[in-house]
């Protein structure tokens, strides 16, 4: 029987929680116009963070599509055979970092630049094709940073069959410095609209406090404890945050459905397969734990202050 009792104790607990947290979103549906427009702020403001880090994602997808992104040029040696080439090609074709090898073979490479370059009677006069064989591999997205590319770089050029190895790392940090500051701006920013949410809330449930003001005096009066007072109010910021957050997914989806045709057409246009990528689950996740979060914290925060000043009389 004493076995059983912490047993019995945490079943109670969990089913008192229960019926409050039911009890909370009966109150708030009961309401729906101000629960509706309290949900319709916070959605509105974490969709903000939200749709600017799932554009920061989408951005970085289109920067790996593009047909120089992170690319090392590796010139072969003139005299390395074409056995060994395809070799190296097969070899490199295997490597953990590289996402794609693509081998140029200098005859064609000349043949091209005869026809762009205009000058296809004097190459004819040389005696020899001076163009090298060439290796254009592209690493994996998380191989494509500066330093890991330089990294590559490094080993590709103590290849025996390399003569040197080319990478413009300019434009490489221009973008990374360019993302970085976008992701410490949409943290800024979502910092920021958090703190906004903890005021909503916070404001929204002393408002209901002080509606409530006779109830609580009268629950204090026949012995309920503050923490019997302070769990519905609880529940209440946790209802209204993570309804915002679930508002917040809807307006980015939309948002994403209404851009999607004119990017798709964009594409097109530049013979790209580029589509917009919705929110995944983890983002999803995220945001409905931390905008439910934020709603119990902002919730707490308002009832810590307000509900102490309330005593009966």
């Not at 947290?21 to 403001?45: D, Q």
């Not at 749709?51 to 790996?64: C, K, P």
Request: net charge neutral.
């Amino acid at each position: 029987m004493n076995l059983n009792m912490p047993r019995l104790r945490i079943d109670t607990w969990v089913l008192r929680h229960v019926q409050v947290a039911l009890a909370s979103l009966g109150r708030l549906c009961r309401t729906p116009l101000p629960t509706f427009m309290t949900a319709a702020v916070i959605g509105i403001a974490l969709a903000l963070p939200t749709g600017m880090h799932v554009a920061l994602g989408n951005i970085q997808q289109l920067a790996g599509g593009w047909d120089g992104a992170a690319t090392l040029s590796l010139f072969l040696k003139q005299d390395v055979p074409e056995k060994q080439v395809i070799k190296l090609t097969n070899a490199l074709g295997k490597h953990p970092k590289l996402a794609e090898v693509q081998l140029i073979n200098p005859d064609i490479a000349l043949e091209e630049f005869q026809r762009l370059s205009g000058f296809k009677g004097a190459l004819k006069a040389l005696d020899r094709n001076p163009l090298p064989t060439v290796l254009i591999v592209e690493p994996l997205p998380q191989h494509s940073t500066p330093e890991a590319a330089e990294q590559l770089m490094a080993e590709f050029n103590k290849l025996s069959e390399v003569d040197f190895t080319q990478l413009d790392l300019q434009w490489v940090r221009r973008f990374h410095a360019i993302t970085e500051i976008a992701r410490r701006g949409v943290m800024v920013i979502g910092i920021l609209l958090g703190l906004a949410v903890l005021l909503i809330v916070g404001n929204t449930i002393r408002l209901e406090i002080q509606n409530r003001k006779s109830e609580i005096e009268i629950t204090k009066l026949i012995g309920g404890t503050d923490a019997f007072i302070r769990r519905p109010f609880l529940y209440n910021g946790l209802w209204y945050g993570l309804s915002g957050g679930i508002l917040a997914w809807l307006l980015v989806t939309l948002s994403l459905w209404v851009l999607d045709g004119p990017v798709e057409r964009l594409a097109g246009l530049y013979r790209s397969e580029f589509d917009l990528s919705a929110i995944d689950f983890q983002t999803l996740g995220a945001l409905l734990l931390g905008s439910a979060l934020l709603g119990l914290f902002g919730s707490w925060i308002a009832v810590g202050r307000h509900l102490s000043d309330i005593e009966p009389s």
